[in-house]
């Protein structure tokens, strides 16, 4: 059975910053494509952040470039989202999430293309 779980979130002040975890179990990580999602109360799910699978191309949404970086270890099956310069808007409840997708260009279009999906870890940045 595949199962995410996410850690590393928590509370930081504006500029701050964490790195969050996503480890997998019942298969091998780098075989799929990773995503990382927020959520932000009352708002949609957004794309943040993705990982192919076979090539290890990256894609990264407009509000985060720059300032977030994501990097797999396939000998720990972990994936990881080091967030840096951080800022009250990004406030959200993270989740990674496992899927097939070859191309960068569909990361974000859709949850859909995801099969798997962890609880997700909360991340607050505020003063």
């Known amino acids: 059975q595949l199962q995410l779980v996410e850690s590393g979130g928590g509370l930081v002040q504006p500029g701050g910053s964490l790195r969050l975890s996503c480890a997998a179990s019942g298969f091998t990580l780098d075989r799929y494509t990773i995503a990382w999602f927020r959520q932000a109360p009352g708002k949609e799910r957004e794309g943040v952040s993705c990982i192919i699978r076979s090539s290890g191309s990256t894609a990264y949404a407009d509000s985060v470039k720059g300032r977030f970086t994501i990097s797999r270890d396939n000998a720990k099956n972990t994936v990881y989202l080091q967030m840096n310069s951080l800022k009250p808007e990004d406030t959200a409840i993270y989740y990674c999430?496992?899927?097939?997708?070859?191309?960068?260009?569909?990361?974000?279009?859709?949850?859909?293309?995801?099969?798997?999906w962890g609880h997700g870890t909360q991340v607050t940045v505020s003063s």
């Open positions: 999430a496992a899927g097939r997708l070859l191309l960068v260009s569909r990361c974000f279009a859709s949850s859909t293309e995801y099969t798997s």
